[in-house]
C-alpha cells in the first residue's frame, strides 16, 4: 500500500500538467453508481473574483509558499501535540493532493501524507495549473457537482467565467461543506460569512498574483 501511495503520485502528477484528473471522491461516486456532473473548465474561462476569493479564504499564502505553509503547519502541529483539537493549516496544494490520492475525514496519518505529496505537487506544476485542477476537482454541490462550472450551473444558472462578488464569495464559502451550504439559498449567516470572504479579496487581491499571468485580474 506504502508502494503505491509513493510510486502512484510520480508517475500521475508530471501527467496532469496536461491530462485533467479525477479525484478520489469522484472515483468513488463513479465506482458505486452515483451521480457525477464536471465539465472542466480552464483557469482564465473562471471569474477572477472567484479565484481571488478561494485564496483568501483557503489559503492565503498560496502564491508565497511551496505546497505547504511551514508556520501554520508548526502551529498545528504544537497545538496537536499539547493536547488541543488541532485544525487548519491545509493549503490548497494539500486538498488537491488529498482529493487526488488520499481519503477523506480528519486523519493524523493522512495529514502526514499530505505534506510531502503537496511539496511534490507545487515542484512539478505551475501555482496556475494546480489551482485550476482544485477549481475543477473540489465537490461544489450536493448531487455530485463537482467543479466550479457545475457548482455554479447548479446554484446560479449561469456560467462560471462572470460572477458577482456575492456569488464568487456565497461559492466559496460552501467548500467546507457543500452538502449543507447552499449558496443558490443563502441563510443570513451564510451571506455574513461570505461578505467577510468578499472584504477580505478586494482589500488583498495582490496576493493572488500568481494566477494571472501578469495580468490585471479583472475584478
Not at 11 to 25: A, E, G, Q
Not at 93 to 109: D, E, K
Not at 153 to 166: I, N, Q
Amino acid at each position: 500500500m506504502l508502494a503505491v501511495l509513493i510510486v502512484l503520485p510520480v508517475v500521475l502528477v508530471p501527467l496532469y500538467l496536461v491530462v485533467d484528473p479525477i479525484s478520489t471522491p469522484m472515483f468513488a461516486r463513479y465506482l458505486t453508481g452515483q451521480r457525477v456532473e464536471r465539465d472542466w473548465r480552464d483557469i482564465d474561462a473562471i471569474s477572477d473574483r472567484l479565484k481571488v476569493s478561494v485564496v483568501m479564504s483557503e489559503d492565503g499564502q498560496f502564491c508565497r509558499h511551496q505546497g505547504v505553509d511551514l508556520g501554520a503547519l508548526r502551529d498545528e502541529i504544537k497545538t496537536f501535540m499539547a493536547g488541543g483539537d488541532a485544525r487548519g493549516a491545509s493549503t490548497i496544494s494539500m486538498q488537491v493532493a488529498r482529493n487526488l490520492f488520499l481519503w477523506q475525514g480528519r486523519s493524523v496519518i493522512r495529514k502526514a501524507l499530505e505534506v510531502p505529496l503537496a511539496l511534490y505537487l507545487d515542484l512539478v506544476l505551475p501555482k496556475r495549473r494546480i489551482m485550476e485542477i482544485y477549481l475543477n476537482i473540489a465537490e461544489w454541490g450536493p448531487d455530485g457537482e463537482f467543479g466550479i462550472e457545475a457548482g455554479v450551473k447548479a446554484a446560479f444558472g449561469v456560467d462560471a467565467d462572470a460572477l458577482s462578488w456575492e456569488r464568487a464569495s456565497l461559492m466559496t464559502v460552501t467548500l467546507p461543506n457543500p452538502h449543507v451550504r447552499k449558496p443558490g439559498h443563502p441563510t443570513a449567516g451564510l451571506r455574513r460569512i461570505a461578505s467577510i470572504i468578499t472584504a477580505r479579496a478586494q482589500q488583498y487581491s495582490d496576493r493572488a498574483w500568481c494566477l494571472f499571468d501578469g495580468r490585471a485580474p479583472e475584478l
